[in-house]
C-alpha cells in the first residue's frame, strides 16, 4: 500500500519556478516507479515525468525546463518546474505504480496540488 500527499502547487508568473514535492508512506520495501502527471481543465491526464531508480522520463513538452528527482531516504518525490509558462497551468498529481505504465492507469494517487501560471 502506498500513500502520497503532494504539496508546493501555488500562483506565480510566466518564467517564474516552483517546485512541488510528493510525500510517500510505504507499507513494504518495493521499488516503484513514480510520476508527476497534470491535467488541466477540460483537458485529459497527461505524465509529465517519470523515475524509476536514475532512470528518468519527460513530457517533450517540458524537457529542458522540468526535473523529476526522488530522496530515498525521506520517501520524498520532486518536480522542479522552472521558466513555467501558462499553459503548465493545471492540477498536478503524484502517482505510484508497479512500471512505468504509458497510460494513466497507475494504482496509487494523491490529491493533487494546483499550478497556476499567468502571463
Known amino acids: 500500500q502506498v500513500q502520497l500527499v503532494e504539496s508546493g502547487g501555488g500562483s506565480v508568473q510566466a518564467g517564474g519556478s516552483l517546485r512541488l514535492s510528493c510525500a510517500a508512506s510505504v507499507s513494504s520495501r518495493s521499488w516503484y516507479c513514480m510520476a508527476w502527471f497534470r491535467q488541466a481543465p477540460g483537458r485529459g491526464r497527461e505524465k509529465v515525468a517519470h523515475?524509476?531508480?536514475?532512470?528518468?522520463d519527460y513530457a517533450e513538452s517540458v524537457k529542458g525546463r522540468f526535473t523529476i528527482s526522488q530522496d530515498y531516504a525521506t520517501n520524498t518525490l520532486y518536480l522542479q518546474m522552472n521558466n513555467l509558462k501558462p499553459e503548465d497551468t493545471a492540477m498536478y498529481y503524484c502517482a505510484a505504480h508497479d512500471f512505468c505504465a504509458s497510460s494513466t492507469a497507475w494504482k496509487y494517487w494523491g490529491q493533487g496540488t494546483q499550478v497556476t501560471v499567468s502571463s
Open positions: 523515475i524509476l531508480r536514475t532512470s528518468t
